[in-house]
């Protein structure tokens, strides 16, 4: 047993749910054989019916064994582990898919695919082995030793063990690393990324509270004055949000994004992802309440957004609850008249996850769309 690697990976802060299919059996036994496993494992999971495997990464593989299906096993690992956390700490999905030596002879190869999913990029490690050296649990050996591996760069520390190759066997390592959250959330890489006033930025770090949703172009007075009610209201933090895409117009680019995130250096926290839709914010953002608009409370429950079915739109809503989020619903000046919740025909049984913002709590008559035709910046000095 590798015991001075293995209790060096408990001793960093990494977090992993690790997952094995068709080998990498050893690695589990020497996880949880070393004392402080729970500081490290957050869940060990064995996929191993292709049925199970299907499952777990929501489609049936090309194949099976792959470095494409580690891949996708190494994202729902790391999916899995940032529900199951407590606090901030980083977590790492760990996969490995292999088909090694059995009771049977097999025609094709043995190999083992190895990945890692953390917040900022995605390694992996694969291996075809010369078949007839070693017997199914000196393959697996291997195997493990490379889900070390991956667990070990993930945590930071470099991996110096040797791993018994042939001379006509090669570890192929490939991967992807992201510069910033911001990088990651425009591949697609992560859900979410907290950018915080002093510039520093975390990805898919865990916020419960109001969010108030936003194309903040520019920031204004408004959009503080619309946080500092609903904190007072909620009595919990509100931070802004600004999703990457939208439902009506095209994606933001990257340049763009990071334009208006400068905008709250010094300010307040934002938070970014990457869905235009709340059912979907919903998933990201568990627990929390969402400050909108009157405006954007209609188009809540505009069927065009759901594919102009009503059907889709309760099952958008329903997901939004039970994912245990609300909203608070400020009015909105339009036209002469200032439009409230009252104004708005919630759906049956769904009335309960809407409360109003009073007038006399809240009112802003300033428009992002007129200050962008003044050509007057936003206040930078915004406070929440």
């Known amino acids: 047993m590798p015991t ?15 997952s094995v299919a068709g080998a990498g059996t050893a690695a589990i036994s020497w996880l949880l054989g070393v004392a402080g496993a729970s500081r490290t494992v957050l869940e060990i999971l064995v996929p191993y019916a292709s049925s ?3 499952e777990f990464v929501g489609r049936e593989p090309q194949q099976f064994v792959s470095e494409d299906t580690s891949v996708a096993m190494a994202k729902s690992a790391y999916r899995r582990a940032l529900h199951l956390r ?8 760990i996969a490995c898919t292999a088909t ?6 097999k025609r094709g190869d043995h190999r083992c695919h190895i990945a890692a999913w953390s917040a900022s990029g995605v390694a992996t490690y694969n291996l075809t082995f010369v078949k007839g050296i070693r017997d199914r649990a000196g393959e697996d050996a291997v195997a493990s030793m490379l889900v070390l591996r991956a667990l070990s760069c993930a945590a930071g520390f470099p ?7 042939d001379a006509e066997e090669c570890v192929e390592s490939n991967g992807v690393q992201y510069a910033d959250p911001i990088d990651a959330l425009m591949a697609g890489h992560i859900g979410k990324a907290v950018v915080h006033p002093d510039g520093s930025m975390r990805a898919d770090e865990p916020f419960h509270g109001g969010i108030l949703s936003g194309s903040f172009n520019p920031l ?8 500092k009610t609903a904190s007072d209201m909620l009595g919990k933090p509100v931070v802004y949000e600004l999703s990457v895409a939208n439902a009506d117009k095209p994606p933001l680019e990257e340049g763009e994004v990071r ?3 400068a905008q709250f250096t010094g300010a307040a926290p934002i938070v970014l992802t990457g869905v235009p839709v709340f059912y979907k914010k919903a998933e990201l953002l568990l627990g929390c309440t969402f400050i909108i608009g009157v405006d954007t409370a209609v188009r809540l429950f505009d069927k065009k957004y759901y594919s102009n079915s009503e059907t889709d739109m309760l099952l958008a809503l329903q997901q939004i609850r039970e994912h245990d989020c609300d909203f608070l619903v400020a009015g909105r000046v339009e036209g002469d008249t200032f439009r409230t919740l009252a104004d708005v025909r919630i759906p049956d049984g769904f009335e309960p996850m809407f409360t109003a913002i009073p007038e006399s709590a809240f009112r802003s008559d300033i428009s992002s769309t007129e200050i962008r035709a003044d050509g007057v910046s936003g206040s930078r000095n915004v406070s929440a």
């Open 100 to 105: 090694i030596a059995t009771d049977r002879t």
């Open 4 to 18: 001075a690697l293995v209790q060096r990976i408990h001793d960093s802060d990494i977090m992993a749910v690790v």
């Open 259 to 261: 334009r208006r995130v």
């Open 220 to 227: 204004h007075e408004g959009h503080a004055a619309m946080v």
């Open 86 to 93: 407590e606090g901030g700490a980083p977590v790492v999905g």
């Open 159 to 165: 991996f110096d063990k040797d791993l018994y190759l």
């Open 52 to 54: 199970s495997l299907t």
